[in-house]
């Protein structure tokens, strides 16, 4: 291969716990992932929701829990090509600097992109891996080819591991072939 394929891949809900620092900051162990609209399991509209972490400035987003396959699947991702994180900060300049510290700490890595609009990077052959199903489909509109990361909220049939393997594969073959479970 000529060119290194470029990999994008998500940060939060993929390799950082959003759902997990947001329960740990209202105190609410009981919040349902499989439904995904946080703001309104608290009973707060967006703009509540999102001041309030706002508030909190770069330490919401620098001190979310790492998933234990987040190292993995970054080794993997860079094994496989040009591996970026790509990532979507919140309005607050404050979420860009948590997520860049997040970053550097947990991965130890300055490839990053923050970008509003993700789907800005797709092009053919370069991947997506996200958890979101709406970004994957504006990612493949672009032309990229997208996985979907197996989250509660998006109902994905596949594991976390089967990513890696998917990546695994990809480094070893070359060939970018659809994620199945």
């Not at 509540?48 to 987040?70: C, H, N």
């Not at 370069?126 to 996985?147: F, K, P, Q, S, V």
């Amino acid at each position: 291969m000529d060119e290194q394929r470029l990999i994008f891949v998500d940060c939060d809900g993929v390799l950082a716990d959003f759902v997990g620092g947001v329960r740990r900051v209202w105190h609410r162990s009981d919040l349902v992932p499989e439904q995904y609209d946080l703001a309104e399991q608290l009973g707060l509209t967006l703009e509540e929701f999102w001041g309030t972490i706002d508030r909190l400035g770069p330490a919401f987003w620098s001190q979310l829990e790492a998933y234990p396959w987040a190292v993995s699947l970054w080794g993997a991702a860079q094994n496989a090509g040009e591996a970026y994180i790509l990532t979507q900060p919140s309005l607050s300049p404050a979420c860009a600097a948590g997520k860049t510290e997040w970053i550097a700490r947990e991965l130890g890595t300055r490839k990053y992109l923050l970008a509003p609009h993700k789907a800005a990077c797709a092009r053919p052959g370069a991947l997506l891996i996200d958890d979101n199903e709406a970004n994957c489909r504006e990612w493949e509109a672009r032309g990229g080819t997208a996985w979907l990361f197996p989250q509660p909220w998006n109902g994905s049939a596949l594991q976390a591991w089967d990513v890696i393997n998917g990546l695994v594969k990809l480094s070893l073959k070359g060939e970018l072939e659809p994620l199945v479970a």
